[in-house]
């Protein structure tokens, strides 16, 4: 079972910055699809950012032009670079990994865009 466990998260201003990182416990090259989601109070679970492993890249439509995912396969990692945050960011953010059949889940990180 592959384990995922995500860093990063924080308080930031508006219009402000974060980077997000999802360590996996195994080799990332094994694992066709990674990817970040969210989850507001009160609402589900949406994609943020996905990517395979040919770097084959997707966006939510409020994350394009903002957020930029990437993974490294030397250090089994997915990074999630956030720019110009807004309050409506404000959400727990997951590490998802889909190797044959299975979805794997981080235990999520709090991110909060406040002034």
């Known amino acids: 079972q592959v384990q995922l466990v995500e860093s990063g998260g924080g308080l930031v201003q508006p219009g402000g910055s974060l980077r997000l990182t999802c360590a996996a416990s195994?080799?990332?090259?094994?694992?066709?699809?990674m990817g970040w989601y969210r989850q507001a109070p009160g609402k589900q679970r949406e994609m943020v950012a996905i990517?395979?492993?040919?770097?084959?890249?997707d966006y939510a439509e409020s994350a394009k032009g903002r957020f930029t995912i990437s993974r490294d396969n030397v250090q089994d990692t997915v990074s999630l670079q956030m720019n110009s945050l807004k309050p409506d960011d404000t959400a727990v953010y997951y590490c998802?990994?889909?190797?044959?059949?299975?979805?794997?889940w981080g235990q999520g990180t709090q991110v909060t865009v406040s002034s």
């Open positions: 998802n990994g889909f190797k044959g059949s299975q979805s794997f």
């Open positions: 990517i395979t492993n040919l770097n084959s890249r």
């Open positions: 195994e080799s990332i090259s094994s694992i066709y699809l």
